[in-house]
């Protein structure tokens, strides 16, 4: 770990960083691993119930309730296509920890397919890292929580402590 500057603030000059130089890129995803699979199974249940209105037996068909019909049906199903998609891998940020240029980006993917970054913070920038639980959390100088990612594989996770060790205070 660098030298730490007069303020208390973060590091004077970091030591260059040893690894091989290789980004670890972490994608975001529920706290729970639950939370997708119920979601896509009520969403699946509000697409049936929405076409179950037009296609059961014994669905009036008057023409004061085809409207009333109408609206619920595609409500139903617009409620479920959007419950299903929710947690889509492809919809999903990614964080890329990059040691070449000491910094963190969170890239999202355009409606071409290409990423773009939306956030871009550099390591002397962070407070502290705290690794626990198959977790990585990143906290500001102030305490407050940056941004926590499920790290669920052991070799990223120990590539992601590897790199940040020398250029961040780490908490284990």
Known sequence: MGQIDFAG?????????????TPVHVGFGPRFALVPVFFRFIGTFLILVAAAMWVLPGSASDADLVLMKLGASLFFLFCGVALVMIHHEENAPEVCFDPIRRELRVLVKSADGQPHVVLRR??????????????????????????????????????LENQLRQLVNLCS
């Open 122 to 159: 550099g390591y002397d920038s962070l407070g502290r890292v705290h690794f626990h639980n198959g977790r990585v959390e990143l906290y500001d100088f102030d305490g407050r929580l940056l941004l926590g990612l499920r790290v669920a594989d052991p070799v990223r996770r120990a590539a």
């Open 9 to 21: 603030l973060g590091p004077v000059a970091p030591e260059p960083y040893a690894g091989d130089g």
